[in-house]
């Protein structure tokens, strides 16, 4: 099946700092998605992006489909975005999500 | 947006036990899935519960472990049965809803002892 890998693993951050996480996929998808887990456990879908480029305030993100990889970028980082970033991709139109293993964030005030 | 409620939002089990967690969507969704995220892991596919019939499950998800049930388009139920440790994870629902946008569930803590 589709491999999909995250990096960093782990990331800590001051706040105000910029950063990118970065998502690479083994194979070519319909659906790449962003997810954000709150300490809480909540998932809250950030981007929906196969494709091209999104803004969100002060997120981003660029789906490059040629070359396999997408990138969430968070400008200015708050004490909020603290969780775990998820990526997910689908393939064939089968709804199912496969998910990375995630980047921890931890953004200290 | 759809708002998918779950419960029990937590629980404590004893090993051998069963434990079934209820799904509720408050619009009508084309599909259902059930996740399970391990500790520190990441988010597993179990099945996708399909309206009036039986789930299709995943490769390492058995019905008899993990028996789901969906009797309409917006309520689903997965239960996991005889319990042991390595049970303890946090398991998600999640809708496919309008545009094909998925939504989770607030997702349910379980600790097996």
């Known amino acids: 099946g589709i491999q999909v890998e995250q990096s960093p693993p782990d990331l800590i951050l001051q706040e105000g700092a910029n950063s990118t996480l970065r998502c690479n996929f083994s194979d070519s998808v319909n659906n790449l998605q962003w997810f954000h887990q709150n300490p809480w456990g909540q998932l809250i879908n950030l981007f929906y992006?196969?494709?091209g480029t999104k803004q969100n305030g002060r997120l981003s993100a660029t789906t490059v489909a040629t070359e396999r990889y997408s990138l969430l970028y968070i400008s200015s980082s708050q004490t909020t975005d603290s969780g775990v970033y998820f990526c997910?991709?689908?393939?064939?139109?089968?709804?199912?999500?496969?998910f990375g293993k995630g980047t921890k964030l931890t953004v200290n005030p | 947006s759809a708002v998918i409620s779950q419960k029990p939002s937590r629980d404590i089990c004893q090993r051998g036990t069963s434990l079934t967690i209820q799904c509720q969507v408050d619009s009508q969704v084309t599909m259902m899935f059930w996740y399970r995220q391990q500790p520190g892991q990441s988010l597993t596919l179990i099945a996708t519960?399909?309206?009036?019939?039986?789930?299709?499950?995943e490769s390492g998800f058995v019905i008899d472990k993990f028996p789901i049930s969906r009797p309409n388009l917006t309520f689903s139920t997965l239960t996991v049965s005889n319990m042991s440790p390595e049970d303890s994870s946090i398991y998600l629902c999640m809708g496919l809803g309008p545009g094909e946008t998925q939504y989770f569930g607030p997702g349910t803590r379980l600790l097996v002892l």
């Open positions: 519960a399909n309206q009036g019939s039986e789930a299709t499950y």
């Open positions: 992006i196969p494709s």
């Open positions: 997910a991709v689908e393939q064939g139109g089968s709804e199912k999500l496969v």
